[in-house]
């Protein structure tokens, strides 16, 4: 990931009255000055790719086709949605499971909040990379290979708070977005921890009860 973007600390917890939140915001114009010169770096190929506003909206089928894919594990449609770094992150572990996953609804409009460009070898072969906040109200449960419960559960929403970062190969006129990678920032809370589940042995049998 290209310069990955650093998450403000409480973000979708502190306002903009709050001290921190003035802080919050400074931040913020800092980092946007960088994107902005980095969305006018890219210039024409980054209009000619749709720019900003193809981020504007569909994040929300985007990502359910994705997870749709992953839940089905359809190879071919997984690498089409995600670059070929992200692709072992999502599969790995998850081909004997079982994974549920609905999308709820949308707390917040889903928007960049970071744009990098960079040439790979020389300036003419550049990638684009843009991170977009998506705060949601989702549903996660992960089955192992026996049916049972290992993380989450189906009746269990949860508020979602997620960095994604998006990658494009400019130079291509053809090519598409793809998801990229995540950005998990420090502060944010831990995970639940997944349930662990062992086969119960079967009781010893009793040698009076065995036939002859």
């Known amino acids: 990931i290209m310069d990955p973007y650093v998450p403000p600390e409480g973000d979708a917890r502190l ?12 931040q ?3 980092q946007t000055a960088a994107s902005q010169l980095a969305y006018e770096f890219c210039g ?7 720019g900003k506003d193809e981020f504007s909206g569909g994040k929300e089928e985007f990502v359910g086709n994705l997870f749709r894919f992953l839940c089905s594990f359809n190879k071919q449609k997984l690498h089409s949605l995600v670059t070929e770094r992200c692709y072992p992150d999502m599969v790995r572990g998850n081909r004997y499971r079982t994974i549920r996953w609905r999308f ?6 889903p928007r960049v909040v970071h744009v990098r460009c960079e040439g790979v070898m020389n300036r003419g072969n550049l990638y684009g990379q843009v991170t977009v906040r998506m705060h949601s109200r989702q549903i996660l449960a992960i089955y192992d290979r026996f049916g049972r419960l290992m ?5 269990i929403p949860k508020d979602v708070l997620e960095y994604v970062v998006f990658e494009r190969y ?23 921890p997944i ?9 010893a049998p009793d ?3 065995e036939h002859e």
């Open 44 to 50: 024409g190929y980054w209009e000619f790719c749709g």
């Open 170 to 192: 400019l130079v291509n006129p053809y090519g598409t977005w793809r998801m990229h990678g995540k950005i998990v920032p420090e502060w944010a809370p831990p995970k639940d």
């Open 104 to 109: 709820l609804e949308s707390l917040e409009p």
């Open 151 to 155: 993380y989450g559960g189906e009746e």
């Open 195 to 203: 349930i662990k589940t062992v086969m119960i042995p079967a009781p």
């Open 15 to 26: 306002t903009s009255l709050s001290k921190d939140g003035v802080k919050q915001q400074m």
């Open 28 to 30: 913020k114009l800092r």
């Open 207 to 209: 040698p009076s009860q």
